[in-house]
């Protein structure tokens, strides 16, 4: 798919493309399922001030960023089965002062 995304808006996968005061910009993004890794190849030509031709190519994992940005942190499911039998050992150890008992 070629997409017409502007300067500061969020790129779709496939090809984007954006005229800029100085230049254009082309950018190829696609999310490879396998793996859970977006890639980003960019190429732009700047001709005001320097003329110049720009490449970066980036890769990241989309679910390390998610965690990430959402302040969130992998458990492994041994620790959540420990923390869960801790909890109802002290659920049965502090049942009988409860005003409202569990069911």
Do not use: C
């Not at 110049?52 to 940005?69: Q, Y």
């Not at 492994?76 to 801790?86: F, N, W």
């Amino acid at each position: 798919m070629i997409h017409h995304t502007p300067e500061g808006h969020h790129i779709k996968l496939g090809l984007n493309f954006s005229f800029t005061p100085g230049g254009f910009r082309l950018a190829w993004a696609w999310y490879d399922f396998a793996s859970h890794k977006a890639t980003t190849y960019r190429f732009r030509f700047r001709w005001h001030i320097a003329p110049r031709f720009l490449w970066e190519a980036k890769s990241w994992s989309v679910i390390d960023a998610h965690l990430a940005v959402h302040d969130l942190e992998l458990v492994s499911r041994e620790v959540l089965q420990d923390l869960k039998a801790i909890e109802e050992t002290q659920n049965r150890t502090n049942e009988p002062y409860a005003y409202i008992k569990p069911v």
